[in-house]
């Protein structure tokens, strides 16, 4: 992606791969023979896919979104860049409140269309909207719009508005009840056309219709193909268009044999290595490369690692007590010894990005 707003849209997938390799050597021959230098081969981040590999509706439990589905089928309103801290407008072009921040107007942009050629409107938004409503608590995202949401207006074809129960000015961030995406995915919006009259705890969407850049053409446990939509919205208002004609996302099985494909070129991005594979990695291919020169060499992780605990089980519901298994990790030596200084230290749920810093302060 060549301009900044490119690569505000693509900030999702970067930020959940460890590390960027680039190949120039031709070697994997996708089902259509597109060239291996137009073809970008992605690791799967959560590994092979459960079956059926045809269920792609993100309300449902089962659908599995992290093999093309989050970062290049689906787009949201909006994206957070948490490194800026930046509120970028994508398929919106701004929002508003109203003074009493119960009502928040929302203005579509013009000319966006479905990966099909229907025109995306707020009709679409208000279906979507009304579904989960209605549906509510069975699919995924409705609790949080049914406790959030009074109702859900068009104004006209590219305006709408919700009615909040109560005020939030910051239901605008509210991945689980508005089309935002912050880290990973957030509220999705469906076609009304595609949805209407189906029942939306049965349908598996397939293949999935979206406003993003590439359309599925080939799905199965270990392989997800994409080619590139040449008709993409985003192209037609901003001329701009993804490099690669083809995208695989791809389940290689345990990092050894992942290194081993990259080794090959058969692998362009990996999900979590250890410095140790990475650096014997990179001695076999030169191509190979990292978001940093030195440790962590990849870029830090938006969710990292840390302990959970049972907060409704005793002892773990005293507040002291988990201050104190806090006071006790180290997690220094925990990124030093057990992670080979793959990441760094953090205080808590989230990393230092610069978009947080107010916060820290």
């Keep these: ?27 994997y021959a996708s089902p259509e023979e597109v060239k291996r230098e137009e073809t970008l081969i992605a690791d799967i981040c959560g590994g092979r896919a459960p079956a059926p590999y045809d269920c792609w509706n993100p309300f449902i439990p089962g659908n599995k979104r992290d093999t093309g589905f989050h970062e290049l089928c689906m787009e949201p309103l909006f994206f957070v860049n948490l490194h800026t801290g930046e509120y970028v407008p ?37 279906f979507t909207y009304k579904m989960l409503l209605k549906y509510a608590p069975k699919l995924f995202y409705s609790a949080s719009v049914k406790k959030w949401v009074e109702d859900v207006r068009k104004l006209d074809n590219y305006t709408f508005e919700i009615v909040l129960k109560e005020p939030n000015p910051r239901f605008h ?24 009259g189906v029942d939306p705890l049965k349908f598996k969407n397939y293949p999935p219709v979206g406003t993003g850049p590439y359309k599925v053409v080939k799905a199965s446990e270990t392989a997800f ?36 494909k990259m080794a090959v070129h058969e692998l362009d991005t990996v999900f979590m290595f250890l410095p140790s594979v990475f650096l014997s990695l990179k001695a076999k291919n030169p191509y190979v490369g990292s978001w940093f020169k030195g440790p962590p060499y990849a870029w830090t992780d938006p969710c990292p690692r840390h302990l959970y605990l049972n907060l409704a089980k005793y002892p773990y519901n005293i507040t002291e007590v988990r201050k ?28 230092y990005y610069g978009g947080l810093k107010p916060y820290f302060d």
């Design 1 to 27: 992606m060549q301009s900044r707003k490119i690569n505000n849209y693509l900030l999702a997938l970067l930020i959940t791969l460890w590390l960027v390799v680039t190949t120039l050597a031709p070697a």
């Design 90 to 126: 994508w398929l919106a072009e701004k929002y508003e409140y109203s003074p009493d921040y119960k009502v928040l107007k929302v203005y579509l942009r013009r000319g966006i269309k479905w990966n099909d050629g229907h025109p995306f409107t707020a009709d679409d938004i208000v």
């Design 173 to 196: 961030l509210m991945q689980s009840a508005f089309p935002v995406c912050r880290i990973w995915g957030g509220m999705p919006i469906v076609p009304k056309h595609i949805w209407e």
């Design 225 to 260: 193909v994409w080619e590139r939509r040449d008709d993409w919205w985003a192209t037609e208002i901003f001329h701009i268009r993804p490099a690669p004609k083809r995208i695989i996302f791809t389940a290689y099985g345990p990092p050894e044999t992942k290194a081993m």
């Design 324 to 351: 104190a298994i806090s006071l006790a990790i180290n997690r220094t030596e925990i990124v030093v010894v057990a992670l080979e200084n793959g990441t760094r230290p953090t205080w808590g749920p989230f990393p």
